[in-house]
């Protein structure tokens, strides 16, 4: 009897077992693809299942991967293909696994690539970068620095399009005399898809003063106004100190001329500015000079005089052409704008000038 009873559970235990399904990988697949781009297979791409090390692997010449022993369920297949120069363009890819799976329909966007700045000035650069070719693009994020090390994080975003064509921006108000650095990332509705290389520029040096010099008579409306009192101003081509033209302006009344652009000021830096002064005619105790005045919000004025009018009262002066220069040092990065004074009847300028002192 008791042998007949083991004999029972025996069999008992064999028939269970041989009813049981088996799993040859032990819950253990492979995952294998074809990673591609328009321009066809896409090589040495790093290929990885939820960024773990242990499911890593790189795209061979012809854009092929494969990676074993991923274990059942929800994962990530991450993909992302590095260029020489700091560009990259990636991809995620949610994935259930339940059996070994084939994925040959992976593709990647090209490159975004920035070209090197153009239409560089004092103050401004075109930054231009190809346009992207992927399906399930959102946005452009254009960075700045003024060092090397850009991303994201470290960046100022200094623009954002959703159109795919919008492929170029100007940058203005920038620092004469500073290189900037830049890179454009490619973003989708959830994630990245790239980023550029950083490309950068450096800016002009040069007279920061728009048409300092006066020599080209239909410029005056581009770059300067009457910004408070009246009278008439001219490009004057008989009294100049240098190059065609002066600026003259017949003023019955005070006036004060400014710049259309403003100028950007870097802390630190040294700065000179120059120019040429002449006045005739009746003066006004209040306003008795010609001269160039640099103003900022929260900066000390600089003025620049070229001409005084006497102490005492008289009915008409007659001040030569005056030379005047003055150095100065902004003590933070500013934006100015440049004002010319006249108080005289008749005041000329010419070769005004704003420069970096090297």
């Not at 399930?136 to 090390?149: A, C, M, N, Q, S």
């Not at 006045?279 to 306003?287: H, K, L, W």
Request: with cysteine.
């Amino acid at each position: 009897m008791k042998y007949f009873l083991i004999l029972i559970l025996v069999g008992i235990i064999i028939i269970g077992c041989s009813n049981e399904s088996t799993d040859p990988n032990d819950g253990l697949y492979s995952i294998s693809g074809k990673i591609s781009n328009s321009f066809g297979p896409v090589s040495n791409a790093k290929v990885t299942v939820d960024n773990k090390v242990n499911w890593e692997t790189t795209t061979t010449s012809t854009g092929e991967f494969s990676i074993s022993n991923v274990s059942s369920g929800d994962h990530t297949l991450f993909v992302k293909k590095e260029g020489q120069d700091e560009n990259f363009v990636e991809g995620n890819y949610p994935i259930f696994v339940n059996t070994n799976l084939t994925l040959n329909n992976l593709i990647l966007p090209i490159p975004v690539r920035l070209y090197p700045p153009t239409n560089i000035t004092q103050t401004e650069m075109t930054i231009i970068w190809n346009k992207t070719d992927a399906p399930d693009f959102r946005e452009y994020k254009l960075y700045r620095k003024d060092t090397p090390g850009l991303d994201e994080t470290t960046g100022e975003l200094i623009f954002v399009s959703t159109s795919v064509e919008d492929t170029s921006f100007v940058d203005e108000n920038l620092i004469p005399y500073e290189t900037y650095y830049y890179r454009v990332y490619l973003m989708n509705e959830f994630c990245r898809l790239g980023g550029s290389n950083i490309a950068n520029a450096p800016t002009l040096g040069g007279n920061l003063i728009p048409d300092g010099s006066f020599d080209d008579p239909t410029s005056f409306n581009n770059n300067w106004f009457i910004s408070s009192g009246d009278g008439e101003l001219i490009y004057d081509d008989s009294v100049k100190t240098d190059g065609n033209y002066s600026l003259f302006g017949l003023l019955p009344h005070h006036i004060r001329i400014k710049s259309k652009k403003s100028v950007q000021l870097a802390e630190g830096k040294n700065y000179v500015i120059s120019g040429w002064g002449k006045a005739n005619g009746y003066y006004r105790p209040t306003y008795e000079v010609v001269a160039v005045l640099i103003r900022g919000e929260s900066f000390i004025t600089q003025h620049l005089i070229f001409c005084v009018g006497p102490p005492g009262p008289i009915d008409s002066v007659d001040i030569d052409w005056t030379f005047a220069s003055k150095y100065f040092t902004p003590t933070e990065n500013v934006s100015v704008d440049i004002e010319l004074e006249g108080g005289f009847d008749r005041v000329w300028f010419d070769e005004l000038k704003l420069e970096v002192v090297e």
